[in-house]
């Protein structure tokens, strides 16, 4: 069975830009979740969505949003691009609202200059 | 609030030697608490994970951790260190285990050789 997958792998943005990342969960997972990993902070929890639906939100501007289509596949956004939003995007899966394991994707790499 | 705390942010042991790694939560909760590995370049790995089960959790590649609730403990270890298992380990808490993971800030683990 694949794996979670993310698209792109790296990313370089100017700021005051947009992103749009993309994650594609294992094969009948319906839970995605990201995360953000900064060298700083460590790893943070972004959002999660469940059969479409958010069901939890980290403490993260506005600026950061995300959604889940009916295939489960993910993206998250983020507006107005910062410097110190350059970080590694990980997003992670699970089968379902109630599952412990979360399986995690090679991550995105977003450089903001 | 939950949160972890990894003493030592980078561990080193030569080839062969036992492996620590310390990781101490904090939880008005019982909690469910996971350890994950980051290789170079990748996403995070599920290592084991302690759901209120046997509090000696076996996990892949030879590594257990032990819940200790009156030390508020999950200390990963590993009998013999190999050179693959040079990474970043991280500690994860979950209030419920199917909520949002709130992590360490890691451990590097490097092995001489």
């Known amino acids: 069975k694949a794996g979670v997958t993310q698209t792109p792998r790296y990313l370089i943005k100017t700021r005051g830009q947009q992103v749009t990342l993309s994650c594609s969960p294992i094969?009948?997972?319906?839970?995605v979740s990201w995360y953000q990993q900064t060298p700083g902070q460590g790893l943070q929890f972004l959002f999660e969505?469940?059969?479409?639906?958010?069901?939890n939100k980290g403490n993260f501007p506005g600026r950061f949003s995300g959604r889940q289509f009916s295939n489960s596949r993910s993206e998250m956004n983020v507006s107005t691009l910062e410097l110190g939003d350059s970080a590694l995007y990980l997003c992670?899966?699970?089968?379902?609202?109630?599952?412990?394991?979360?399986?995690f994707g090679p991550g995105t790499r977003l450089t903001v200059t | 609030a939950q949160s972890v705390t990894q003493l030592g942010s980078h561990v080193s042991v030569s080839e062969g030697a036992l492996v620590l790694l310390r990781c101490n939560y904090s939880?008005?909760?019982?909690?469910?608490l996971f350890w994950y590995v980051q290789y170079p370049n990748q996403g995070l790995q599920l290592l084991l994970k302690?759901?209120?089960?046997?509090?000696l959790v076996k996990g892949i590649n030879g590594f257990e951790a032990e819940f200790k609730k009156s030390e508020t403990s999950f200390h990963l270890t590993k009998p013999s260190a190999h050179m693959s298992d040079a990474a970043e380990y991280f500690c994860?808490?979950?209030?419920?285990?199917?909520?949002?993971?709130?992590f360490g800030k890691g451990t590097r683990l490097s092995v001489i050789a």
């Open positions: 992670a899966s699970r089968s379902g609202a109630h599952a412990y394991e979360q399986y």
């Open positions: 302690y759901t209120s089960a046997a509090t």
């Open positions: 994860a808490v979950s209030p419920s285990g199917n909520t949002p993971l709130v």
């Open positions: 939880s008005s909760v019982p909690p469910y």
């Open positions: 094969s009948g997972h319906r839970s």
């Open positions: 969505y469940f059969s479409e639906t958010q069901r």
